[in-house]
């Protein structure tokens, strides 16, 4: 039978993620798991080698509140939340191993034709844990 001992949700916060963070939520509780919540700032390709501007703190500021509300909602610790700048697909895999995680609750985007975006089937081909993909808006 398979355990979880630590689920990361990767979340975009946007209005319509929280059914997103509400399967995690289960997941984790079914399994008797920890659960970490992770947000990826996106900066423009030809940004991502540079240093950090005003606005990405700004960026930086504004998801740490929204993690602080989900974080709250959910009752997931301060020190499970994390906001990074970043490559989606490389920061949620890096974050992924830094913590040693089970497994990766990832959403589909929901502006996309295909069954899967970008992010979500790079995880899902990269990541050395369980995937688990939630159809929706992410």
Do not use: W
Request: hydrophobic residues 45%.
């Amino acid at each position: 039978m398979l355990t979880y001992k630590h689920v990361l949700l990767a979340t975009s916060l946007s209005p319509n993620s929280y059914p997103l963070a509400v399967h995690a939520i289960r997941l984790a509780q079914d399994f008797g798991a920890r659960l970490s919540l992770l947000h990826v700032i996106e900066r423009p390709l030809s940004q991502n080698n540079t240093e950090i501007t005003a606005n990405d703190m700004k960026r930086m500021k504004a998801a740490r509140e929204q993690l602080l509300k989900l974080g709250k909602e959910l009752i997931v610790p301060e020190f499970d939340q994390r906001a990074v700048i970043g490559d989606a697909k490389t920061s949620i895999l890096s974050v992924a191993n830094d913590l040693s995680i089970d497994l990766i609750v990832i959403g589909q985007n929901e502006h996309t034709e295909s069954s899967v975006g970008s992010t979500a089937l790079a995880v899902l081909k990269k990541a050395v844990c369980d995937v688990i993909t939630i159809r929706g808006n992410p």
